[in-house]
């Protein structure tokens, strides 16, 4: 009866964990994570939502924002979601030279749309609105801001992925660890999503 | 016999072996992302053309429609096991209540009404 109460977990057919759950710990683990983050993501919105209004100097919302510019960058890192999910598909038919261009081409889109950011945020401090500003500006940097940092981390993890796939040194089921990596990707492609239009496309 | 505990998504194998593929194909990914870069084209047009009573409940609409559709096929929660969907909506809906609750002592919707 013993041999019942577990069973394989997805990767184990690689060497790796036996679970209780029958699932890959790695994977339950990230999906919690990705699960906290939006208690994370949801503080920072609310915060901005309540503090957009508030300017009593320095430039409003509507008087900076570049709604053509912004859009440009949602749609390169909407993209840079297709790229990411064509490079787990390729993990899974253990294809690594197209595992690889994937991963340099999100790691690529992700890259415009950091650099986007640090234009937007230079324009936006020539005209007028620094993080002490006002609680309008302070919200905001606070809330894209954080949003870049992870855009920022997951490029190093994509890099970081690329180095080791091409070097053979992912330990176990490569697959699931591009997966892995994805998963964070899309998470933070689904948190702009709703910063988009959050913040950009619906006015103070 | 099968326990309670046996979560194998529909890809993997009695043995544990990880599956082949997982998910949707390229091609079905590729009409995904139009499908999105499409609503994304939709949102951004309420900018410039004036949707009246229909700005705001079209920009949710589109906005919780990409969301979904990002998070059920890119991550592959529609093809996964149900507990990974669980443990993420948990989390945003946990999310959502908080500050939809917090907001409310502050009286923002009241505010913006």
């Known amino acids: 009866m013993a041999d019942t109460a577990i069973s394989h977990g997805h990767d184990s057919g690689h060497g790796a964990h036996v679970t209780s759950t029958g699932l890959s710990n790695n994977k339950m683990a990230m999906w919690m994570f990705l699960g906290s983050e939006c208690l994370l993501f949801g503080g920072l919105i609310s915060t901005y939502m309540l503090y957009k209004g508030r300017v009593n100097s320095g430039p409003q919302p ?24 064509l490079a787990v598909s390729a993990a899974q038919r253990k294809d690594d030279r197209n595992t690889n ?8 889109l992700g890259a415009m749309f950091v650099g986007g950011q640090v234009y937007e945020f230079t324009a ?16 905001f940097y606070t809330l894209t801001g954080f949003h870049g940092v992870h855009v920022s981390v997951g490029i190093i993890m994509l890099m970081a992925l690329v180095g080791m796939i091409s070097r053979n040194r992912i330990p176990g089921n490569k697959a699931e660890a591009v997966e892995m990596v ?23 | 016999m099968s326990t309670a505990t046996e ?21 079905q990914y590729i009409v995904i992302a139009l499908i999105l870069a499409a609503l994304t084209a ?32 890119f991550m592959h929660l529609k093809f996964d096991n149900k507990l990974f969907s669980y443990l993420f909506y948990t989390g945003l809906i946990l999310a959502v209540l908080v500050y939809a609750g917090a907001l409310s002592t502050f009286k923002f919707f009241l505010q913006k009404g």
Not at chain 1, 101 to 108: K, N, Q, R, S
Not at chain 1, 124 to 139: I, P, Q, V
């Open chain 2, 42 to 73: 939709i949102e951004v047009s309420t900018y410039y053309i004036d949707f009246g009573p229909l700005f705001m409940p079209t920009l949710f609409v589109l906005m919780t429609v990409k969301f979904i559709v990002v998070a059920s096929y």
């Open chain 1, 124 to 139: 936006f401090y020539r005209e007028g609105l620094g993080f002490t500003t006002s609680l309008f500006g302070s919200s």
């Open chain 1, 62 to 85: 509507d008087q900076i924002f570049d709604i053509p510019f912004t859009s440009v960058s949602s749609f390169v890192l909407l993209m840079s979601s297709l790229t990411m999910v």
């Open chain 2, 7 to 27: 979560h194998n998504t529909s890809t993997e194998h009695a043995d544990g072996h990880a599956d082949e593929h997982h998910g949707a194909s390229d091609k």
């Open chain 1, 182 to 204: 994805g998963l964070y990707w899309h998470f933070v492609d689904v948190v702009w999503i709703v910063i988009f239009t959050l913040v950009y496309l619906i006015p103070a």
């Open chain 1, 101 to 108: 261009l994937w991963l340099t081409i999100t790691a690529l």
